[in-house]
């Protein structure tokens, strides 16, 4: 097993869980924040802040793109809206995967492997897919069991839980009754 992975994280609340599970294995995940679908940016900077209190109570190393990179996420997905996710996986994990190879980690990983909103099976064939480009371990673990836990425990913590995924359409989504009721239709 590996022993250290470079572990791409979205946010405060979802790092808790797997941080405990893949130390609980002996693994010693050091986080990378580079998320430019979230929007707003103070939406950006709130997620940052969360991350930080997070590294700082629970002593994880984290590496930080600090740039705010909406215009690349939007050039990327614009007239592929409907497939925004795959996009937003693909931008982040790639940069994780080139990150951690560039480092000498011999591992990457994701926390968005612990929501149960995220399309797991996409993220996990994403992520072994760009191990094999990268020459690098892809560490897959399921963390969904652990979701309403860590989710208590961010409580408990008083770390910021947002309310969306994160990118413009994600907030959309979250604040648009009548789209959330016109989708729930069509599914």
């Given amino acids: 097993m590996e022993r250290k992975v470079l572990l791409h994280t979205c946010c405060g609340p979802c790092t808790l869980y797997p941080l405990r599970v893949l130390r609980g294995e002996g693994v010693e995940p050091v986080g990378f924040f580079y998320n430019p679908n979230i929007h707003p940016y103070r939406e950006f900077r709130r997620r940052m802040a969360a991350l ?33 996710c795959e996009v937003c996986y693909y931008l982040r994990l790639r940069e994780t995967a080139r990150l951690a190879r560039s480092l000498g980690y011999p591992a990457f990983s994701t926390t968005l492997l612990y929501s149960p909103f995220q399309k797991h099976e996409l993220l996990r064939d994403m992520g072994e897919e760009l191990a094999r480009r990268f020459g690098i371990a892809f560490l897959y673990r399921d963390f969904r069991e652990g979701y309403r836990r860590g989710q208590k425990e ?12 994160g990118c413009i359409f994600s907030e959309e989504e979250r604040y648009d009754k009548k789209l959330r009721r016109r989708r729930r239709g069509s599914s």
């Avoid at 590294?55 to 793109?65: N, P, Q, S, T």
């Avoid at 961010?154 to 995924?165: D, F, K, P, T, V």
């Fill in 154 to 165: 961010a409580l408990e913590l008083g770390i910021y839980r947002q309310a969306y995924c």
């Fill in 52 to 84: 930080r209190e997070v590294a700082e109570k629970r002593d994880l190393e984290v590496i930080w793109h600090r740039d705010y990179g909406l215009r690349e996420f939007l050039r990327e997905v614009v007239f592929r809206e409907e497939d925004r």
